[in-house]
T-cell receptor
Framework: QKEVEQNSGPLSVPEGAIASLNCTYSDRVSQSFFWYRQYSGKSPELIMSIYSNGDKEDGRFTAQLNKASQYVSLLIRDSQPSDSATYLCAVRGFGNEKLTFGTGTRLTIIP | ETGVTQTPRHLVMGMTNKKSLKCEQHLGHNAMYWYKQSAKKPLELMFVYNFKEQTENNSVPSRFSPECPNSSHLFLHLHTLQPEDSALYLC?????????????FGPGTRLTVL
């Protein structure tokens, strides 16, 4: 059973600080990693994808991947109240395997 | 807007009703998915269609019946549902065949079974 683990939170971060979200996965041959943001009552929205070890930056978001340790993280710099949402980590194995999702981390940015 | 639409957005039905959920993607993708999202649980993949052919059925009860008439449309037919089937049902699409394809989600249908 392939698993993706996330701390369900809630994670509370002051406005303007860095929010750090973590995700671990069990399948060592996983190839593709995604972070989705889901506002309450809405559908998941893709915000970042990462495929190689290291950091990938996009605006205020940075995804970090460490395949040896089997974890992927998402950093949100200069956190804004609009960043308050549930963040889903998704992992895809080798080839055309399906996405496996974590339960999500609920993030609250405190003004 | 992600290019994936779903109707209806909200649905309330009794256990003896028959209803259908509709999904349409305008992205030119060749794969479509149905997911169920319940509170406190990970997204559960229900069905996968590649090039209109069903490639995955994750032990979903027969009261859920998918239909994919073409690569742009996907339906989920519902009959004799149970209250525990109440959830957010999400449709997604992707371009299979690319090793780094990404799934894009529709807005979902919030289903309540009375």
């Amino acid at each position: 059973q392939k698993e993706v683990e996330q701390n369900s939170g809630p994670l509370s971060v002051p406005e303007g600080a860095i929010a750090s979200l973590n995700c671990t996965y069990s399948d060592r041959v996983s190839q593709s990693f995604f972070w989705y943001r889901q506002y309450s009552g809405k559908s998941p929205e893709l915000i970042m994808s990462i495929y190689s070890n290291g950091d990938k930056e996009d605006g205020r978001f940075t995804a970090q991947l460490n395949k040896a340790s089997q974890y992927v993280s998402l950093l949100i710099r200069d956190s804004q109240p609009s960043d308050s949402a549930t963040y889903l980590c998704a992992v895809r194995g080798f080839g055309n395997e399906k996405l496996t999702f974590g339960t999500g981390t609920r993030l609250t940015i405190i003004p | 807007e992600t290019g994936v639409t779903q109707t209806p957005r909200h649905l309330v039905m009794g256990m003896t009703n028959k209803k259908s959920l509709k999904c349409e993607q305008h992205l030119g993708h060749n794969a479509m998915y149905w997911y169920k999202q319940s509170a406190k649980k990970p997204l559960e993949l229900m069905f996968v269609y590649n090039f209109k052919e069903q490639t995955e059925n994750n032990s979903v009860p027969s009261r859920f019946s998918p239909e994919c008439p073409n690569s742009s449309h996907l339906f989920l037919h519902l009959h004799t549902l149970q209250p525990e089937d109440s959830a957010l049902y999400l449709c997604a699409s992707s371009q299979e065949g690319r090793s780094r394809d990404t799934q894009y989600f529709g807005p979902g249908t919030r289903l309540t079974v009375l």
